[in-house]
């Protein structure tokens, strides 16, 4: 059984802080990795991909992966009150079309 | 980004009636495109997913011909909820890939009285 898991928190953070979100993965042959945001009753908006080991940064978002450690994680630089939200893990499942969601982790960002 | 539409946004129905959702891929062809459903403060729950030209394939513990899904063209898929009962009431959301990335409608919120 192929698993993603995230702390479901929530985390708090204060405003203009950085906040750190993990997600670990149980498919070793899992290539594409992605960080999803919902806003409660909203469907998930895309934020961030990443392929490759190391660092990728889109703005205030940086994506981190680590396929040894099997871990993905986003941090998010200078982190707003509109940055509340759900942030989903998504992974893809070796050897199919699929995706495996994780739970989400619920970021609250204090003004 | 890719764009993918998803209607009827909102739909209440009496319980026994069939409700159809419709998901387009509006600027991409999308082979494969997915079926969820998202209860409150939970996480998305795959359903089906559904290849174009082709039987969808649904996951354990979903019944196909409750769900029925359609995938007509690389850019159309529907999803038909028969018989609909309160227990049905939940967010549906559908997902195309576009073959780099998963870009989501959406949503779709059923309420059966």
């Known amino acids: 059984q192929k698993e993603v898991e995230q702390n479901s928190g929530p985390l708090s953070v204060p405003e203009g802080a950085i906040a750190s979100l993990n997600c670990t993965y149980s498919d070793r042959g899992s290539q594409s990795f992605f960080w999803y945001r919902q806003y409660s009753g909203k469907s998930p908006e895309l934020i961030m991909f990443i392929y490759s080991n190391g660092d990728k940064e889109d703005g205030r978002f940086t994506a981190q992966l680590n396929k040894a450690s099997q871990y993905v994680s986003l941090l998010i630089r200078d982190s707003q009150p509109s940055d509340s939200a759900t942030y989903l893990c998504?992974?893809?499942?070796?050897?199919?079309?699929?995706?495996?969601f994780g739970t989400g982790t619920r970021l609250k960002v204090l003004a | 980004g890719a764009v993918v539409s998803q209607h009827p946004s909102w739909v209440i129905c009496k319980s026994g009636t069939s409700v159809k959702i419709e998901c387009r891929s509006l600027d991409f062809q999308a082979t494969t495109m997915f079926w969820y459903r998202q209860f409150p403060k939970q996480s998305l729950m795959l359903m089906a997913t559904?290849?174009?030209?082709?039987?969808?394939?649904?996951e354990q513990g979903v019944e196909k011909d409750k769900f029925l899904i359609n995938h007509a063209s690389l850019t159309l898929s529907t999803l038909t909820v028969t018989s609909a009962h309160p227990e049905d009431s939940s967010f549906y959301i559908c997902?195309?890939?576009?073959?780099?990335?998963?870009?989501f409608g959406s949503g779709t919120q059923l309420s059966v009285l």
């Open positions: 559904s290849n174009e030209g082709s039987k969808a394939t649904y």
């Open positions: 998504a992974v893809d499942v070796s050897g199919t079309y699929k995706y495996i």
């Open positions: 997902s195309a890939d576009s073959g780099e990335k998963l870009f």
